[in-house]
């Protein structure tokens, strides 16, 4: 139900004729299996406050890509590009104080990062702040919050959402 969004973010804008940079020389590296030169690449950028770069070392540490599993370390990551307004890595940041992975379990916590990566209409996001309405996980139960949030969810088209709406409006 809840998992960390393991995908690189391959969203590189390239122009007509440019060369790739380092972030793009990333990408290809890490398509072909090659992390360690991927997180080379992209640490340099992810340290001078690249979004992407930062996103995408927090998914190679939680996957074990090119450096130990190590889900503080992710979380670290993934933070610093929540905090400039990632949704990808909001959602992640979320996911990690639901589960208590590599930060403190901490319901509220997972609901304001949820929230933020919601608001921008990330599906996941949505769907997990309508399962915590649904549930009363973090938040008083209240089922018109939940409906808004499948709903959201759902127009996206993650099934998840479609199923759970489906399910709490027959309740």
Known sequence: MR??????????????????????????????????????????????????????????????????????????????????????????????YVEGRGVPQDHAEALKWFRLAAEQGDAGAQYNLGVSYDIGEGVRQDNAEAVKWYRLAAEQGYAGAQNALDQLQSD
Do not use: C, S
């Not at 290809?28 to 690249?50: F, H, I, S, V």
């Not at 130990?68 to 959602?91: C, N, T």
């Open 3 to 96: 998992r960390i969004l393991a995908g690189i973010v391959l969203a590189v804008m390239l122009t007509g004729g440019a060369a790739a940079g380092p972030y793009e020389e990333g990408v290809a590296a890490y398509e072909r299996g090659d992390y360690a030169t991927a997180l080379r690449l992209w640490r340099p950028l992810a340290e001078q406050g690249d979004a992407l770069a930062q996103y995408n070392l927090g998914v190679a540490h939680v996957e074990g890509h090119g450096v130990p599993q190590d889900h503080a370390e992710a979380a670290k990551w993934f933070r610093f590009a929540a905090e400039q307004g990632f949704a990808k890595a909001q959602y992640n940041v979320g996911l990690m």
